[in-house]
Every structure is written in structure tokens, then in C-alpha cells.
């Protein structure tokens, strides 16, 4: 995987070198007025893992789903504040049954109590990297619509979307979030003294990542895992389940 610049137009973006080689048609769809000789290949700043995960797809999708895995190997550098907003913002904009937006975030940054208290609450499977993340997230749902108090039964579903929106824009931003339902859940709603409404869907934990190297096993082994899908015919029907 290369950087790619175009110096004339002052952009940049990836591309995979190989793909450069044999199809020269993409370049010229980001940046109609490009030639060839404004291009120049930078070294890579992706990391080996990031390489790897990227997903192998079928079909042409969004660049940012190929882009966005689960890291669990995270730099010691802080996400900005301005960042943060911008991924909550991006949650926000998720769809929910009745406009209800029923996410919650709780956020603690590494190095506050909080954080510390969250991490303690995490399996023995999540503790050893997740420790390490910039950021742990709780992502919480109201149970109940605001206005009649009745049970969303979609609360759940839509925060999901809105994770996923956050995950997206993270990914878009060269930040790797990784969801966790790997965490002792009395603990955890205790720690975050969470009311009777509000219910802890799952614990996120966000950063820019770092070389496998830096990782024990077995997540070491997993960091350099690539990532794998179901094929279409197993999960899409048309008609019926039962051709
Ligand atoms: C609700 C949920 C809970 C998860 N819990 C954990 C967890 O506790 N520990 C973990 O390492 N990964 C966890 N994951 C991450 C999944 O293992 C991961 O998304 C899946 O293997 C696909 O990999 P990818 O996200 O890199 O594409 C969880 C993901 C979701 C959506």
C-alpha cells in the first residue's frame, strides 16, 4: 500500500500500488484534470495489520467498510477532543425508529480514573490491549420512549447503527475502534452508575493503531489475522428461504 500525491492539486490518498499499475482510470475519477506526472508515491504510513485487514471484497463496496477492522494494538497518542465531537456527531446522525436517537455515550480518556475503573470491568480476553486504547467508550441505550415511557423495542438496533456510524468516521479519520461485549456487566453498570433506563449495550474502545509487535499473543497472531466474510449465498435469499 502506497500514499499517493498529487502535487498539482495539493491531494492526497491511498491506493494499492498494484492497482496503479494496471488501471490508471481511478486516479483520473478523483481528480479529473490529473496527469500522470503530478503523482508521486510516498512511503507507506499504514501500519503491516492495516495492510492485512483490509477487506478482501466480492464487490465493489465503500472504501471506509473495506478500511474499518478491529484493532487491538493502539499508540500511546491521544484523539482530540475536536475528533472525539466529530465521531459522536457521526453517531448521531444514524436513523432510529421515530427519530427517538436512544444512544447514549459515557467516554474516559486514558490516564483518568474513569478509564481505569471501565478497564477493570473488562475480561481477561479484552483487559491486556484494551488498556492501552485512547479512549474506552460505554454505549448505552434509553429502554423507553421519551415521550409515553413505553419499551423501544428498537433501542438496541438503532444504537448499533449509530456505533457503527461512529466506527465508519473513526476509520475515516485513521482512528480504529474496537466493540466489546467481553466485560463483567454488573460491574461495569456500576462503575458507570447507570439509572434503570439506561441499559450498557457494549464497551468501545477507540485509538490509532500500533504495530502487531507491540501486542502478546494470542492477539499478536490475531492482529495479523485477515479478516473473513460469509460469501452472499449463505445469508441473501430471494423469495424464500427455502428454494
Ligand atoms: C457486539 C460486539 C461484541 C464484541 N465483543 C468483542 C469482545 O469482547 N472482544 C473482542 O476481541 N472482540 C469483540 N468484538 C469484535 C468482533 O470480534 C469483530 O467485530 C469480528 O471478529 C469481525 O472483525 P472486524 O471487526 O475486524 O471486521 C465484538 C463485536 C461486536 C459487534
Given amino acids: 500500500m502506497y500514499n499517493v500525491r498529487c502535487t498539482k492539486y495539493n491531494v492526497k490518498w491511498y491506493a494499492d ?5 494496471t488501471k490508471k482510470q481511478p486516479y483520473s475519477t478523483f481528480c479529473p484534470k490529473l496527469v500522470f ?5 510516498e512511503n507507506s504510513t499504514m501500519t503491516d495489520s492495516q495492510e492485512i485487514k483490509l477487506a478482501q ?4 463496496v465503500l472504501d471506509i467498510i473495506r478500511k474499518r477492522w478491529s484493532a487491538r494494538s493502539f499508540k500511546p497518542q491521544a484523539i ?9 456527531e457521526a453517531a448521531s446522525w444514524a436513523p432510529s425508529s421515530m427519530n427517538e436517537q436512544p444512544w447514549m455515550y459515557l467516554y474516559a480518556l ?13 475480561s481477561p480476553g479484552n483487559q491486556p490491549w484494551a488498556k492501552n486504547a485512547a479512549v474506552l467508550i460505554a454505549s448505552l441505550a434509553r429502554r423507553t420512549h421519551a415521550n409515553n415511557g413505553m419499551i423501544n423495542k428498537y433501542a438496541w438496533y438503532d444504537t448499533g447503527s449509530a456505533n457503527q456510524n461512529l466506527l465508519l468516521q473513526a476509520a475515516s479519520l485513521g482512528i480504529l475502534g474496537h466493540v466489546m461485549g467481553g466485560f463483567h456487566y454488573d460491574k461495569a453498570t456500576e462503575v458507570l452508575q447507570l439509572p434503570e433506563e439506561i441499559e450498557l449495550v457494549c464497551l468501545i474502545a477507540l485509538g490509532y493503531n500500533d504495530v502487531p509487535e507491540n501486542l502478546e499473543e ?26
Fill in 57 to 60: 471484497t466480492q464487490n465493489p
Fill in 110 to 122: 486514558n490516564g483518568s480514573p474513569a478509564f481505569e475503573a471501565i478497564s477493570n470491568t473488562l
Fill in 37 to 41: 506526472t503530478h503523482v508521486v508515491m
Fill in 80 to 88: 482530540s477532543q475536536q475528533e472525539l465531537d466529530t465521531l459522536f
Fill in 218 to 243: 494470542p492477539f499478536r497472531t490475531r492482529e495479523i489475522t485477515p479478516r473473513s466474510r460469509r460469501t452472499l449465498d449463505t445469508f441473501v435469499f430471494q423469495d424464500t428461504l427455502n428454494p
Fill in 17 to 21: 500500488f498494484r492497482i496503479k499499475i
